[in-house]
């Protein structure tokens, strides 16, 4: 017999035959199903979900305390026109302390602490409006606000990193010099603000919204961006966590801890100018104990006090959290003490929501799902 060699034509036909794909086993595809829900677990039950699952905490904790409102005061809550002003003067409340606690998170994150920031709101307030910088106009007041605020949290900064004392002796040192020098400038009386453009920033509105409120989302915004999309942001984080280990990866951890201060001041600087618009004055003694409220803000956002974690939104909510919880109380007429109490059993009921790890439910609900055979 001889070998049959096909012809060309043939050997065209055979190439262009495609290949069969291998029998699929529904076994591995119900595998690869149940390996991608369960990444999608990991992430929530992960570092990467921590921040949403916090987030979630304090929205709830804010619906709560909306309920609360309603059951307390229902007279109120049912008209429409009031519960829209009210949402405005919670949140034209948490302006003020809500541009100090962005500050303050930065500070936290980079592993520091900073209980001189309503000393140096006080002393911007008191600065800008002499009688000397008044008559510069609304200009000179709002260069004078930052510039000091800028410089008192750059002398933090020195103290801290080039002076190495602690950040709490640094920054209490501060909070003592900064009040009683505003109580110097001011001859311990009220100064009352003449300037009608920065009193007209409390009374300003922008499509029915407080210009406070526009200034307190800008600077959020800024925050956000700074803290997540920029260097600077990474840096902070990586200082915060393990300084040892920034400075050895190249990041100059004195500078940057400088800068940190200097932001935080900043930020004083332009809570000084809201709070001098909303009261038309400044005295030695505004902003107090305005450290505490951005601290546990920042606190209950989920910013950690070690350092190298936090975020501008959970700070944010925990802003809203106080302002709600000081309206609640005024609407209801409780006394200073009563709200004293009520206030710190809130604030540990928040911190123990935001604690709740919604991963245990996910893993429940992963080990008793249905399996298919």
């Known amino acids: ?23 699929v086993d529904p076994a591995e595809t119900a595998a690869a199903s149940e390996k991608a829900a369960t990444g999608r677990l990991s992430w929530w039950r992960g570092d990467s979900g921590e921040g949403v699952r916090r987030n979630l905490g304090l929205i709830g904790v804010l619906v709560a305390l909306i309920v ?92 801290i990193s080039y002076g190495r004392l602690v950040p709490f002796i640094a920054t209490l040192a501060m909070l003592v010099a900064a009040r009683g020098l505003a109580a110097e400038i001011s001859d311990k009386q009220t100064q009352v603000s003449d300037n009608r453009t920065i009193n007209g920033i409390a009374s300003t509105n922008l499509l029915g919204i407080p210009l406070l409120v526009y200034i307190l989302a800008a600077v959020v915004a800024a925050g956000w961006v700074l803290l997540n999309r920029t260097t600077f942001g990474r840096r902070t984080v990586a200082v915060g966590g393990n300084p040892e ?14 800068l940190l201060y200097a932001l935080s001041g900043l930020c004083c600087g332009i809570a000084a100018i809201m709070l001098t618009a909303q009261a038309t004055s400044a005295q030695a003694a505004m902003a107090n104990l305005y450290e505490l409220d951005a601290i546990a803000a920042a606190i209950i956002g989920g910013t950690l006090l070690s350092g190298g974690r936090g975020t501008i939104i959970g700070s944010l909510l925990g802003v809203v959290i106080f302002s709600t919880i000081t309206n609640l109380f005024a609407i209801n007429g409780l006394s200073t003490e009563a709200q004293n109490m009520v206030k710190g059993g809130i604030i540990v009921a928040a911190v123990l929501v935001q604690q709740v790890q919604f991963g245990s439910l996910t893993q429940f609900l992963s080990r008793n799902r249905p399996t298919t055979t």
């Open 245 to 258: 280990a920034a400075r050895l990866a190249g990041i100059n951890v004195k500078r940057h801890t400088v």
């Open 68 to 159: 609360i409102g309603i059951l307390t005061r229902p007279d109120l809550y049912g008209d429409s026109n009031w519960v829209w002003g009210n949402i405005l003067t919670i949140l034209k409340l948490a302006s003020v302390v809500g541009v100090v606690t962005v500050g303050m998170t930065f500070v936290i994150i980079g592993g520091g602490i900073d209980l001189s920031v309503g000393a140096i709101v006080a002393l911007a307030g008191v600065w800008c409006t002499t009688v000397a910088t008044q008559s510069y106009g609304a200009g000179g007041m709002i260069f004078s606000a930052f510039t000091v605020g800028l410089a008192v949290g750059l002398v933090n900064g020195l103290l």
């Open 1 to 23: 017999m001889s070998d049959v060699t096909p012809t060309p034509a043939v050997a065209e036909r055979g190439a262009k035959l495609p290949a069969q794909s291998p029998p």
